[in-house]
């Protein structure tokens, strides 16, 4: 299609446009402005209600359009009733998040029917404002608010367009009249929400939707569960180091720790205290980092390996449990932010013997009996646990495994049908037949979930890791060396572990080498592309981190900072200097017009400016009165103009003296426009 055919009916809407009576153009305006605050709301509603809302505002347009009749109250009072009865059978409740948002999308539609009066209009503006703010209740994104500044000025246009009396300016001015009136508040709005005092709690949402809605890990790993999240781009934290960013290798986030199997389903021991006899020994320098957690339903928190210390958040306290997991007293509803120092090189219960050896030898009884039976046979092979982990390391890199996002189903004996069947899986997989295969060959062994890797972006320096990088793997214990990591994923997909998932799924599995090379950005033929992905994140991030995260502790410290500056004679000076600066700049500008005359003409082209009538920079007083003439303003004002360019013409430009009161006559004209 030519771009003349598409400019075709794109003009013509505009000329249809224009022909509107001042009333319909007016109110299809707010239509268009009452569809963008509605229309993000279509995700989440039930879809009859968007439904129902799309075939109100088609019904009010076509009105508008052909002039027909409002439909009467007898219609629209027991059409609402029902509506409402409908939102009480979707959600079983008029009450909440939910429930109100769907009423009040409801509320505006249906307005949008009954609007015989100024104040009807100004019922649709207002409650629209209100529906814009519950937007930030399903997304607090910068996208999101980005779409909400647009709504917001487009309604301001509308609310505008509604008051003119006389001739109406082109839309073009009429939006610009709505963002100036956006950016004459947005100040305000800033200093208020620097310091307004802050309230605990996320920047929006209600109490009841702290626990919904979140995906994650689980406290329990079973197969499928890590390759249903390496489908999930959402973010899980984001890390900002200190100190050199370590390789990816090394990366290993550490979450929960399994060890109580039931043949099928790996799940946590009872959690206890960490005991007083737990020996962590740390080589080398701790690496620095700070940790921004996303909100979820949960209340673990991730640490770089090992930490040397417990991390301290505000209005939550931290425990860590005999395995060395951290965790919050309460869920973290909201974004955290923690610092902590992270050792990778270090010995945990390095000692000849381990407490309570025999839960980490549990198998149950009657499942997976080849595998049990191939596991003694590794113990008879050698007396030394390493050489028994090596040994099955090896038979996951000689048999043909393959790692894959979409694992055949297992049965009852889940490990015994990977190992010997279907040897085609993803990190939960080759974690629990190994440890399986360790306890059965009588090393001690268990299951670690968290994330590994993440990617680094080159715009703002911090680590992003996504649900995409969960992983499970493996600790077993050897006298004297004491809990090691082996990640037995690495002996089948090594390229998961020091380049990523997306090498991994790519070298693994021709069949998603299409889902790889969306995953992967990292060839030159892509260097534009993520170029573009990596400042959208670095954006998305600083809106997180400054906005998002902007918590009461964060206000106190900037305000705490604010107070320690201005105190500072300098600072004092600098703002001192700004402002002399300003009035220095008035002052001039004020000097530019001490005729009074052309003061009061530039205020006349500037009125007539803001009504869409603009003087242009080669028009004499003379052609503008002339072409003001030939417009749609009323006759008084239009006498009024045409008197004041003629005066002003003949002060300008005649050669006789100026006459005497001609600034107050002008003015009292321009009062008059």
Sequence with gaps: MSGASVRAPRASLVRLAAQLPRDKADTLLLLGAALMVLAPHAGH???????????????RTVATVRGTRMPSAFLLLPLSMAAMAGVFMSYRTLFGRDAGVAMLVLLVAFKMLEMHAKRDLFVVVFLSFFLVLTNFFYSQSILTALMMVASIIALLTAQLSFQFTGSVPPLGRRLWMGARVFLL??????????????????????????????????????????????????????????????PKPQLYWRGLVMGDFDGRTWTQLRRRRLPDNVSLTARGEPIRYELTLEPSSNSWLFALDMPDRLPVLSGNSVGVSSELEMGATLP????????????????????????????????PQGFNPRTLETGAQIAQMSADPAARANAVLGMFTKLPFSYTLQPPLLGRDSVDEFLFKTRAGFCEHFASAFVVLMRAADVPARVVIGYQGGELNPIDGFLMVRQSEAHAWAEIWIAGRGWLRVDPTAAVAPERVQRGLSSALAQNAPAFAGLGGLLDFGGERNALLEQLRFRIGAIN???????????????????????????????????????????????????????????????????????????????????????LAQGTLAQDKLAAIERFLTLYSAHKYSARPPASGLASTLKSLLNNI
């Design 45 to 59: 509603l039930p879809l009859w209600v968007s439904s129902l809302c799309a075939l109100t505002l088609l019904w």
């Design 185 to 246: 508040a947005a100040p305000l709005a800033l200093v208020l929400f620097f310091l307004f005092p802050r309230i605990q709690g996320p920047l929006w949402g209600m109490p009841s939707d702290a626990q919904g809605g979140r995906t994650g890990l689980s406290n329990s790993m079973a197969p499928g569960n890590m390759s249903n999240l390496a489908q999930s781009d959402e973010p899980v934290f984001q890390v900002r180091f200190l100190d050199p960013v370590p």
């Design 332 to 363: 973290l509803s909201k974004r955290v932010r923690y610092e902590l120092s992270s050792h990778v090189d270090y010995s945990l219960d390095d000692g000849d013997q381990l407490n309570e050896r025999a839960r980490w030898l549990a198998l």
């Design 541 to 627: 991030n600083g809106w997180n981190q400054w906005v998002l995260n902007y918590t009461p502790d964060r206000q106190s410290g900037f305000l705490d900072s604010l107070k320690l500056s201005l105190m500072h004679w300098r600072n004092l000076a600098i703002l001192a200097a700004i402002g002399a600066a300003l009035l220095l700049w008035r002052a001039i500008r004020q000097r530019r017009e001490t005729d009074p005359v052309d003061a009061l003409y530039s205020a006349l082209c500037r009125r007539m400016s803001q009504l869409g009538m603009a003087r242009a920079a080669d028009e004499g007083p003379n052609a503008y009165a002339a072409r």
